[in-house]
């Protein structure tokens, strides 16, 4: 027969152990790891949900991509406008304009505002005879009133 | 230092490591034993330790002062040593009795009961409850807590407490008996 085991008849003690000097480490490692919680917190990033971070990701680089085309079109179109430009010959500038350039009501109400004193000299003293050569010499059949 | 002392120093930012540093002090061997107590392993006993703290750490300043702040201590490091054995099952998809008998394997390695045949029984017995029977147990003979703060820790009436512990304490003779 087994013999009867009563539990207050066992000597109450902690029968585990732990390594020497384990307390009083045990304090600063614990410190250690609430300043690096902090440092954790200040970094939004890495605190976003790991699934919104992964899709993030992919739309970036799209978007990063999507910018890179764009500003490379608009640069190489700007250059293109400039080098065109400068084959063209400034005789075949005053060609063009000659014929082509209108006198708008705008500039007639521009004339009207400046003051006499503002026009040159060559311009106040031109006779009606000038003037009216000076006119002729534009196309005016496409004035809009 | 007292604890209000200590709550009232953590709340100013100029004093808040040194009140941590001094709580941690305060309660660490405490609140290790209780876990060690429950998973065996000084490890793992250490890694949720310093969790403990972490979680102390970042929840003070929600700390209600109504509750003692040991009890409150306690009640964190209980349900991470209660969340670190079930994630044990489930990690392993292991039933309780594997988990028991990990534990069993540990104590039996354990350098500090080589020799002490009457603790090794006493602690494989202990083993043998229910885990919160166990947390039952632990706190009341190896603590010595009253039961009111157990209920306060563990959620439970005392009364319930009371009969746990006895129905505890007959069932570890049981097994020492038997072993």
Redesign the interface.
């Known amino acids: 027969m087994?013999?009867?085991?009563?539990?207050s008849d066992?000597?109450?003690?902690?029968?585990?152990?732990?390594?020497e000097g384990?307390?009083d480490r045990?304090?600063m490692?614990?410190?250690e790891?609430?300043a690096a919680?902090e440092q954790e917190q200040v970094a939004w990033l890495p605190n976003l949900w790991r699934p919104l971070r992964l899709a993030m990701a992919p739309l970036l680089l799209l978007l990063l991509v999507f910018v890179g085309v764009f500003y490379y079109s608009m640069t190489a179109g700007q250059e293109k406008q400039l080098m065109n430009l400068a084959r063209v010959s400034d005789t075949e500038i005053v060609d063009y304009l000659s014929a082509y350039t209108t006198i708008e009501t705008t500039d007639f109400a521009e004339l009207n505002t400046l003051r006499e004193q503002e026009l040159p000299a060559d311009v106040l003293n031109v006779s009606a005879t000038a003037a009216e050569e000076e006119l002729e010499y534009y196309n005016l059949n496409n004035i809009d009133y | 230092m007292e604890d209000k002392e200590l709550l009232e120093k953590f709340a100013q930012p100029e004093s808040r490591?040194m009140a941590?540093?001094q709580l941690?002090?305060k309660y660490?061997?405490k609140i290790?034993?209780h876990i060690?107590?429950m998973v065996?392993d000084?490890d793992d006993a250490?890694d949720l330790?310093?969790d403990v703290?972490?979680k102390v750490?970042?929840n003070l300043d929600n700390f209600r002062q109504d509750a003692q702040l040991y009890t409150w201590i306690y009640r964190i490091a209980t349900n991470e040593c209660l969340s670190f054995l079930s994630s044990k099952k489930r990690k392993f998809f292991l039933p309780l009795n594997d988990v028991t008998a990990e534990l069993m394997e540990k104590v039996e390695a354990?350098p500090?009961?080589a020799g002490?045949e009457?603790?090794m029984k006493?602690?494989k017995a202990i083993l043998r409850l229910p885990e919160k029977q166990r947390l039952v147990f632990n706190m009341k003979?190896?603590d010595e807590m009253k039961y009111e703060e157990m209920s306060e820790i563990l959620g439970t009436s005392v009364g319930a407490l009371k009969a746990s512990y006895h129905i505890a304490?007959k069932k570890?003779?049981e097994f020492?008996?038997?072993d």
């Open positions: 087994k013999k009867e085991v009563k539990l066992i000597p109450r003690r902690n029968p585990y152990q732990v390594p384990y307390f045990l304090p490692r614990v410190m790891r609430t919680r | 490591n941590f540093n941690v002090r660490q061997e290790y034993w060690r107590k065996i000084h250490d330790t310093q703290f972490l750490w970042k354990s500090e009961l002490d009457v603790q006493l602690q003979y190896f304490v570890i003779e020492i008996k038997r």
